[in-house]
């Protein structure tokens, strides 16, 4: 069995910059407790492998037969049938907005240090060119819509802060592709999306303080995840 300092290193490397934001909140005990349901929880499937095909279908332009094949090569059940819910959705948007990946740029990442050791991965899905501009495209395929408004604030920020003020990538902005499940339906979905530009930037103090707040709620879900593990008497 994991110690608990094992179970919350995994926090502590998250494998992408909305998995982390998703933890969050301007509240240090509701951080502590989003923290405490993510490890408690022991998420058993991750949608790396149909946001790779997204990004090879967009970037490399696989044909969708090649993404269908693809997702039929995914060993977990659960993903590829969210995988197709998800390409429902994406691909016939994407094939309406014109958009082309460009190559170099392909799993192109920058790892954000939020500090205690942390390091976050900024990964966008992929990268594009609009208006002779570098743009970055992350998309989503959580069942429902993520984040409440601070946390869009918090994710806008570090891509901000991470890519858009590098050069080549001012001026540009970073498009944010959701795909959350109709309400009542166990399967269909839809595209909503929103840019970065559209949302007020935290200030540098705020987001020095949400990084102390997750630190300090790092330290404070210790004897939460303690007392649970007893409970369940492992």
């Known amino acids: 069995m994991a110690s608990v300092e094992e179970i919350v290193s995994r926090v502590r490397k998250p494998p992408s910059l909305q998995n982390w934001v998703r933890l969050n909140h301007r509240r240090r005990d509701e951080t502590t407790r989003s923290i ?22 967009i970037t490399f332009g696989l044909s969708k037969e090649t993404v269908s094949k693809g997702l039929d090569g995914v060993s977990n059940p659960l993903v590829r ?6 390409l429902a959705v994406i691909l016939p948007w994407l094939d309406k907005s014109g ?17 205690r ?5 900024v990964k966008p899905t992929f990268v594009f060119q609009h208006d002779r501009t ?13 984040f409440d ?3 869009k604030q918090l994710f806008a920020t570090i891509i901000h802060k991470a890519i858009l003020t590098l050069e080549g990538f001012e001026g540009g902005d970073a498009y944010v592709v959701c795909a959350p499940r109709i309400s009542g ?8 999306s929103w840019k970065v530009s559209e949302i007020p930037l935290l200030s540098d103090e705020e ?16 004897p939460i995840i303690l007392e649970e593990l007893a409970k369940r008497g492992e």
């Open 36 to 57: 405490a349901r993510f490890v408690l929880a022991r998420p058993r499937h991750a949608l790396a492998s149909i946001y790779k095909l997204i990004a090879d279908y």
């Open 81 to 86: 049938k969210l995988g197709r819910e998800i």
């Open 99 to 115: 958009i082309k990946g460009i190559q170099v740029f392909h799993a192109f990442s920058v790892p954000f240090p939020i500090g």
């Open 117 to 121: 050791g942390i390091i976050v991965p």
């Open 134 to 146: 570098l743009n970055l495209a992350f998309v989503i395929g959580w069942a429902s819509m993520p």
């Open 149 to 151: 408004s601070f946390q």
């Open 185 to 192: 339906s166990r399967s269909e979905r839809y595209v909503r």
């Open 207 to 222: 987001l020095r303080e949400q990084f102390d707040r997750f630190g300090n709620a790092l330290d404070d879900v210790v």
